[in-house]
């Protein structure tokens, strides 16, 4: 089956730790995203890739940090300069003739 | 200008009432407007999508009304049933290469029995 494999969905982390969630497709589209949803503020984009070894910011970028080395894979690492990480990381991926986003089914992040 | 304002924060209706979830845009530019359902724990689904070339489009229960001049939008459940108890998203975005989706900011539904 096609989609979009997120993991771990828990993680816990201290304070001060790095962590990286990883997003992995097999559905073969060129675009993927890392999204971040917080109770009552939707979904905020941190970072999208539209191409293998390039990625650009999205609106809340600061503390996170991506890679696209491969087209199937863009983890995303969330570093000890993010303030206040706790919270549920969305990955999605798109193609251009649709506009249509395909989620992962996320990865929970608590920071203890 | 990027914005995409969605109401109501949250709604309760029975079964079998009409919710009817609102969002109004800025961008002219938007030519893409898809509503996304979101169970607990999960990623968002694509439910139904439409583009301004029409002013209503039905797929099942779901209905996405658009109306171009006021540059606002709305999603009708027709009967609705317990299990469409999610959260909802509109978003909107121009099309024709990898235009960033605009989300709203959610409406959290819950039907009753």
């Known amino acids: 089956d096609g989609g979009i494999t997120q993991s771990p969905k828990y993680l816990f982390r201290k304070e001060g730790q790095n962590v990286t969630l990883s997003c992995e497709q097999n559905l073969n589209h060129d675009a993927m995203y890392w999204y971040r949803q917080d109770p009552g503020q939707g979904l905020r984009l941190i970072y999208y890739s539209q191409i293998v070894n390039d990625f650009q910011k999205g609106d809340i970028a600061e503390g996170y940090s991506v890679s696209r080395e491969k087209k199937e894979s863009f983890p995303l690492t969330v570093t000890s300069a993010q303030k206040n990480p706790t919270a549920f990381y969305l990955c999605?991926?798109?193609?251009?003739?649709?506009?249509?986003?395909?989620f992962g089914e996320g990865s929970r992040l608590t920071v203890l | 200008q990027q914005q995409v304002k969605q109401s109501p924060q949250s709604l309760i209706v029975q079964k079998g009432g009409i919710p009817i979830i609102n969002c109004a845009y800025e961008n002219t530019a938007f030519d893409y407007f898809p509503w996304y359902q979101q169970f607990p724990g999960k990623g968002p689904a694509l439910l139904i999508a439409?583009?301004?070339?029409?002013s209503e489009k039905k797929e099942g229960r779901f209905t996405i009304s658009f109306n171009k001049s006021a540059k606002q939008f709305s999603l009708h459940i027709m009967d609705s049933q317990p299990g469409d108890s999610a959260t909802y998203f509109c978003a909107a975005t121009s099309t024709g290469g990898y235009n960033k989706l605009i989300f709203g900011a959610g409406t959290r539904l819950a039907v009753h029995p």
């Open positions: 439409i583009r301004p070339d029409v």
């Open positions: 999605a991926s798109s193609t251009p003739q649709t506009g249509e986003l395909f």
